[in-house]
């Protein structure tokens, strides 16, 4: 498939660049794959989708304070460093701008207390840095760091929690997993109460989330590696859900990446820990999530692929058609999506069908 297959119209006023208040008075449309049809409705309704015995899935990641603005060394000139992930005690792989003059050798200073030296180039264009610090570098990156909000969000954030869900335990990230942003730990736990059960994983969001996709045929495009960790309790509670008929239900693609990295068979998974670069793309065959509840993702996106691979590529489009025409809010701090599954045989015909009109269209273009 190609990377156009999964462009669409977006005009810039329907990125949201603030939160809405409450968390989960943001918008929800619900999506059926088998039926075609489309709810419009709003997140504090997700209990009326959602059954005793049922699991959701969060992803319990905490967003860094990841961005650094510093000096070079060399000629005081601005620049940035962005953290992804930490290598060892004083190791990291950075995102640098401007990259072109982070040269290995090249000391980059954030003022009396924290300095870092470039290593060495990575295989994405990043760098590996080594900081240098007297005392306990987490107290001095929340002081000097800046919580990263993507860049397609130009307004100020007056609370810096609400980039972070509110559920998160383990800090790693370097972008917060969105889709959980509409929670409030009021309405979760009245999911408990009515018999929803609530898992939770790991998965730390790196530079995979920032890097576009840059050829024109997805299958060549590689993935960089995450680490994720699926705790032996979560593991079990998903067996348990399964083998009671109920759903596995996944919030958020990062969720999603976890579930499917550690899945050992159909409707089997482990506990386990580990570095994941799964690329989900239509004609997947999804082991583990049953639904899916997710924001709206960029045009040309892996993400919006891999909602694509779940709920076909035609249907997902159409609806971000209807959702741009109702002024729903895309990306980070926008509206949300409940996507049913769809059965098994009738997803695999409709995948068949969807990659035949494709292949009819681009043969089409060809003669003309």
């Not at 929803?196 to 989330?209: D, K, P, Q, R, S």
């Not at 576009?212 to 590696?225: A, Q």
């Amino acid at each position: 498939m190609l990377l156009s297959d999964f462009d669409y119209d977006l005009p810039e006023e329907r990125i949201a660049q603030v939160p809405i208040e409450p968390r989960n008075a943001s918008r929800l449309m619900v999506l059926d794959p088998v039926t075609k049809e489309i709810e419009h409705r709003h997140f504090y309704d997700l209990k009326e989708f959602l059954e005793p015995g049922d699991t959701l899935i969060f992803n319990d990641t905490r967003v860094m304070p990841a961005r650094l603005i510093g000096h070079r060394d060399q000629t005081g000139g601005r620049v940035e460093v962005f953290l992804l992930r930490r290598l060892d005690a004083n190791h990291w792989e950075t995102l640098v701008k401007p990259g072109k003059k982070a040269k290995p050798g090249n000391v980059i200073r954030f003022g009396d207390e924290l300095s870092c030296t470039v290593t060495e180039h990575t295989d994405f264009g990043g760098r590996i840095v080594e900081f240098h610090y007297d005392g306990i570098f987490e107290e001095i990156l929340d002081r000097l760091g800046e919580t990263p909000l993507p860049p397609y969000i130009h307004e100020k954030l007056e609370d810096k929690e609400r980039y972070q869900t509110v559920y998160n335990r383990e800090e790693g990230s370097a972008a917060a997993p969105t889709a959980g942003l509409h929670f409030t730990k009021e309405q979760m736990q009245e999911l408990r109460e009515m018999g929803v059960n609530l898992g939770f994983v790991t998965l730390h969001v790196g530079l995979g989330t920032f890097r576009p996709v840059n050829v024109e045929n997805i299958e060549e495009h590689e993935m960089h590696k995450e680490y994720y960790c699926i705790p032996d309790e979560t593991a079990k509670l998903i067996m348990d859900t399964k083998k009671a008929g109920h759903r596995v239900i996944a919030v958020g693609t990062t969720s999603i990446r976890t579930l499917e990295s550690a899945a050992t068979a159909k409707n089997e998974i482990a506990g386990k820990s580990g570095w994941t670069g799964i690329f989900i793309y239509p004609g997947y065959d999804f082991k583990i999530v049953d639904a899916i509840i997710t924001n709206f993702h960029l045009p040309k996106s892996t993400l919006i692929m891999l909602i694509s691979a779940f709920a076909g590529r035609n249907f997902v489009l159409n609806a971000y058609k209807t959702a741009v025409e109702m002024k729903y809010r895309f990306f980070s701090f926008g509206d949300a999506m409940f996507i049913r599954r769809k059965q098994p045989d009738a997803e695999r015909a409709e995948e068949l069908k969807e990659l035949e009109e494709l292949d009819r269209q681009r043969e089409a273009e060809g003669k003309a």
